[in-house]
Every structure is written in C-alpha cells, then in structure tokens.
C-alpha cells in the first residue's frame, strides 16, 4: 500500500522567507505525487504533480518541488513566502500501474505566514 | 467551466436519518471521485466512477452507503441510518481520463455533514 507522511502539521515563516513543507512517500514503485492546497471554505486546488519526467516540478504561485528516489522525499519550496499562501497543503500519492484512480493524502501541514 | 459543485453545503442531521449529497462535476469530465475529510485529517478516497460505472469502492465504504452516478453525469452519495462516527467533509472530484498519466483532479467545495 502506498502512503505519504507530511512532517510537521503546522508551519511558520516570516513573509519574504523560504517556506519548506516535507513530504516522504512509500510506494513499492514509482508513485506519482501531488501537491494541494487548501484554502478556508474552498476546495482543494492542485500546485503541481510529477508524473516520472523531470524530477524538479514547477507549479503555481512560485512553488515547486523535486522527486528524489534516493530520499523517497517530494518536498514543496517557494523561495519568498507571501501572505496569500497561509493555507493547509497536502501531498499526495497515486500508483500508476492502475492510473489514476484514487489519491492516498498526507495529513495535511497548515502553512502561517507571519507579517 | 464552471468547476465542480456540490449541494448542500452543509448538512447537520440526527442519528438514524438518511442523507444525500449531489455531486455536478465539470462537464465533460468522464471520472469523478468521492472522499472524506475528517477534522486534522487529509482526505480518505470512498469511491470512483468513470462514466456510469462504479470502478472502485474502499473499504470505509460501509454498507450503509451507497453512490450512483446515472447517465455519467451528476453523482449523488446517500447516507443510511447515519451515525455520529460519519459526521465529516465529503468531496467530490472529477477528472478527464484520455489514458495518459495522473489525469488532475478539480475539487468541489465539499458538504459538511453533522450528525447529532
């Protein structure tokens, strides 16, 4: 079974900061992973996925994230927080041997952005 | 495009009532998908369908729910005999499958089910 494990439920950084949210998957084969962001009363909105071609995945709003197998991580960075970007995001895993047909979710990290 | 909406938005009801959710996915988006979302958790996958058909069901699907999706249009998700334990965020996504990779799935707004 695949699963994700998002380290740290809640994160703080100053406006203009690197923000860093973890992301470690376990799949016995090459996942494709997903990024999503949730804002208060709104559903869920994709930032970006990887999909087995570049391992280094730009999305929107400036984030991005990078596959790396040897650390069977998929963190998600933006070089300079701004204030929009307090939100709860999630990552998320899919096996590709049987398509796209559900997401396994991490817990979630709430994203604080402090003036 | 009008993205995926869902109704009602919020739902309270007492133990023991049946409930329904709707589900409108984006037209001409031929899977849609429903989850649940419990408070400080991420979202758990309940159920699929690509056009008509119910490709998948987990197994938190318990056998008081049910899902139809006719004509492959709208989804409903019914609730029986509902208990304090199913009181959550449902969401519906959907997606268009053409047979390439990690088709995106767009998210609807959800409805809030309470169950007193």
């Known amino acids: 079974a695949q699963s994700v494990t998002q380290l740290g439920s809640h994160v703080s950084v100053s406006e203009g900061a690197l923000v860093l949210l973890r992301c470690n998957y376990s799949?016995?084969?090459?996942?494709?992973l997903f990024w999503y962001v949730q804002y208060p009363n709104q559903g869920l909105q994709l930032l970006l996925k990887y999909t087995s071609a570049a391992t280094l995945v730009k999305g929107i709003n400036g984030f991005e994230a990078e596959f790396k197998k040897s650390e069977t991580s998929f963190h998600l960075t933006k070089p300079s927080a701004h204030m929009s970007d307090a939100a709860e995001y999630f990552c998320a895993v899919s096996d590709p041997n049987f398509g796209n047909e559900k997401l396994t979710f991490g817990t979630g990290t709430r994203l604080t952005i402090i003036p | 495009d009008t993205g995926v909406s869902q109704n009602p938005r919020h739902k309270i009801t007492k133990r023991g009532q049946n409930v329904t959710f709707r589900c409108d996915p984006i037209?001409?988006?031929?899977?849609l998908y429903w989850y649940r979302q419990t408070l400080g958790q991420g979202p758990e996958f309940l159920t699929y369908f690509q056009n008509e058909a119910q490709l998948e069901k987990s197994r938190l699907l318990s056998d008081r729910f049910s899902a139809e999706r006719p004509k492959g249009s709208f989804s409903t998700l019914e609730i029986q005999r509902t208990e304090q334990g199913d009181s959550a965020m449902y969401l519906c996504?959907?997606?268009?499958?053409?047979?390439?990779?990690?088709?995106?799935?767009?998210f609807g707004p959800g409805t809030r089910l309470t169950v007193l």
């Open positions: 799949s016995s084969v090459p996942p494709y």
């Open positions: 996504a959907s997606s268009l499958y053409a047979g390439g990779p990690a088709d995106t799935q767009y």
């Open positions: 037209s001409e988006h031929n899977r």
